[in-house]
């Protein structure tokens, strides 16, 4: 239900605009401390990468409208296409690399929102989630304990980071799909095969164009294997 059923619409989109406001600040003030620290950049992008995600979390829970939230999507992606090119947000752009990644993904954030988040949020929420984590996670665990290393089309990946992508992946649906009645055997059998696809698509789509495919098939995927499937 609603979290403010019983006051006025200004007042609960009020706080619905603040909460996400006050998450965005916190992403972006802890990134740039740690862009000031000099630390690792890929560290400080990813921070930006998974707390960014979690904002359709925080609009899931606190039911804010599709209208507000699509608006929020195409501000974002318009904001991400104008940091590629002119460098506005630095911790925005990919670590050494220029591809549109970061543009892609904002995109994927408002497609789903428009597709989903009248009737069937949770997938949604599954698509940015298993990106914003799952991502990261492959990034972070990639870079940190990377040994078996592979490239495809010039993006340099490593076994244990796809792992990391896998098995965070796979956490993300389940906590979500738990979030609205008790796991199941069916859960876990559409989790499993949607975390090992985005864990392909994270390790082999080019040119950034994973915080595409990633979102958008996890979302698609878990949203037909869980409705039609008897898995």
Same mark, same amino acid.
């Given at each position: 239900?609603?979290?403010? %059923?019983?006051?006025?619409?200004? =007042?609960?989109?009020?706080?619905? +605009? *603040? /909460?996400?406001? +006050? ?28 707390? =960014? !995600?979690?904002? #359709?979390? +925080? ?23 104008? *940091?590629?090119?002119? @460098?506005? #947000?630095?911790?925005? @752009? ?8 970061? $543009? ?5 954030? =408002? ?15 599954? !698509?940015?989630?298993?990106? %914003? ?11 940190? $304990? ?16 796809? #792992? /990391? ?13 738990? %979030? !609205? ?17 985005? /864990? ?12 595409? &495919?990633?979102?958008?098939? &996890? /979302? %698609? ?5 869980? +409705?039609?499937?008897?898995?």
């Amino acid at each position: 239900m609603p979290i403010t %059923s019983d006051i006025s619409p200004i =007042t609960t989109l009020t706080i619905q +605009i *603040s /909460a996400v406001a +006050i998450w965005l600040g916190l992403v972006f003030l802890a990134s740039e401390i740690l862009r000031r620290l000099k630390q690792d950049p890929e560290l400080v992008r990813k921070v930006v990468h998974i707390g =960014t !995600g979690n904002v #359709l979390l +925080i609009a899931w829970w606190l039911h804010i409208p599709t209208w507000l939230c699509v608006t929020a999507g195409v501000t974002f992606s318009a904001i991400a296409l104008a *940091s590629h090119h002119t @460098n506005i #947000l630095p911790m925005l @752009n990919d670590v050494g690399r220029k591809t549109y990644g970061v $543009f892609y993904y904002a995109l994927s954030i =408002t497609v789903l929102v428009g597709l989903l988040w009248d009737h069937h949020p949770q997938y949604a929420v599954i !698509g940015v989630m298993v990106m %914003s984590w799952g991502d990261g996670m492959a990034a972070l665990i990639g870079k940190r $304990f990377g040994k078996h290393t592979f490239i495809y089309m010039g993006n340099k990946r490593s076994l244990e980071g796809s #792992l /990391a992508m896998f098995v965070t992946s796979l956490i993300v649906m389940l906590g979500i799909f738990a %979030s !609205g009645h008790s796991l199941s055997a069916h859960d876990i059998g559409v989790a499993i095969p949607v975390a090992a696809i985005a /864990a392909m698509l994270e390790a082999f789509s080019p040119g950034g164009t994973d915080n595409l &495919s990633v979102p958008l098939a &996890s /979302a %698609s995927l878990s949203y037909f294997l869980q +409705i039609y499937t008897l898995i």
